[in-house]
């Protein structure tokens, strides 16, 4: 009897998934090789040359842009094996197709784990997090680990899945948030370009969150932005002035009109 989840997803859909889950390990490399056969097909020589303006390293990608991926990615659905394939390629635009396509609820964090450790870019880095691993059940235990580790987009990843989840998880209580604001204090002083980036984007995101998150986010901003080290004051100086502005003051005073009406 298919599952709540499965009756959920159209019976067409259904067929298809079993079907790819039942393929021999040769119909799955023929599947890889297809996709990326596929992904050589939609590469142009001016989206691997403009990789470079985002510092994303081009040794290994192809050139395929971001908006051709998703359209890949809509037309392959939701596939583990293949993601993990795809991922195994060490071709960039694989890899990121890899992030879009793979099956949350199947994604292992021994799977994460490998996938972080070979992160070389915040690219990957953003979109695993943001498209794949904030909607996995071990997301949260990763923002721990991954926040006291050295590698530099490993700890990115601490703080770019710590903004995900900040962003996608509408109904998250408060509690996880206000812890992970220490973390983020402690990490605020690593002056890592994408590393305190990823600091910042964390403490912006959960200030816009409500009301409560935002006064906790914006002390710590304001402790940070007068710190006498560089990089705190400067993650600490720009999360204050997004969270003092008209914006965010704007959607925080609606969603206190909402709770009290």
């Not at 009897?1 to 298809?16: I, N």
């Not at 994303?56 to 094996?81: C, F, N, Q, W, Y």
């Not at 997004?242 to 003051?249: D, R, S």
Request: with cysteine.
């Amino acid at each position: 009897m298919p599952s709540p989840r499965e009756l959920a997803v159209p019976r067409s859909k259904r067929s298809s998934t079993a079907a790819r889950g039942a393929r021999t390990d040769a119909e799955l490399a023929a599947a890889v090789q297809d996709t990326l056969a596929a992904l050589r097909r939609s590469a142009t020589r001016r989206d691997r040359d403009g990789l470079a303006r985002y510092a994303i390293p081009s040794e290994k990608a192809l050139g395929v842009s971001m908006t051709k991926l998703k359209v890949h990615a809509k037309r392959l659905g939701r596939d583990h094996a293949l993601a993990l394939g795809l991922w195994e390629t060490d071709v960039y635009e694989a890899r990121m197709l890899a992030t879009l396509i793979d099956e949350p609820e199947r994604v292992t964090p021994a799977q994460m784990e490998r996938w972080a450790r070979a992160f070389d870019s915040w690219a990957i880095c953003d979109t695993a997090c943001f498209a794949l691993f904030d909607r996995t059940p071990h997301a949260w235990g990763k923002v721990a680990r991954w926040s006291e580790r050295r590698e530099e987009f490993v700890k990115r990843g601490a703080f770019a899945l710590l903004a995900s989840l900040a962003l996608h998880r509408k109904d998250e209580v408060d509690a996880p948030f206000l812890e992970s604001l220490a973390r983020i204090e402690r990490a605020a002083s690593d002056e890592r370009n994408f590393v305190k980036k990823g600091v910042n984007w964390a403490l912006r995101a959960i200030g816009r969150r409500n009301p409560a998150l935002h006064a906790a986010a914006l002390a710590v901003a304001r402790r940070l932005a007068a710190s006498d080290d560089a990089t705190e004051r400067w993650v600490g100086k720009d999360a204050v002035r997004e969270l003092t502005g008209p914006v965010v003051l704007r959607r925080l005073a609606a969603s206190r009109k909402r709770s009290t009406n």
